[in-house]
């Protein structure tokens, strides 16, 4: 498989995981933000030992393909993940995180930033 494909491949399993965590990653967004932590929750989404973030879900205790780490523009920016000359540009692009999760997606040799809206409720009639 292509690069590219595999890529497709994982953001589709991705997908699925991030729609059954949906409640659990809203609720720790919230907590962050509300708590004071930051205004830039980042949950890291990996398949294999990481050292970033709070693990919140493990993939072994869900029955998924990923586990979560729940982490911060400013431990990113710590860790040299993302540079400090680019925080402002980082906080211009960052989507409302009431609507959306920032994942952080690591994958070997790779990581990639995606916005993913959260699993909207369905309404009851």
């Given at each position: ?32 933000i509300k708590e004071g932590f930051t205004q830039y929750p980042i949950f890291v989404a990996h398949q294999h030992e990481v050292k970033l973030g709070e693990p ?70």
């Open positions: 498989m292509e690069k590219e494909e595999i890529l497709k491949k994982l953001l589709e399993i991705l997908a699925e995981d991030l729609a059954f965590y949906s409640p659990m990653i809203k609720e720790v967004s919230v907590d962050l919140i879900l493990m993939r072994e205790d869900y029955a998924r393909e990923f586990s979560i780490h729940a982490s911060t523009l400013e431990e990113l920016i710590e860790k040299k993940l993302v540079l400090p000359e680019r925080e402002g540009d980082f906080k211009l692009n960052f989507k409302n995180p009431k609507e959306f999760m920032c994942i952080l997606l690591l994958t070997p040799g790779d990581a990639r930033f995606v916005y993913v809206p959260f699993k909207q409720k369905k309404k009851e009639n």
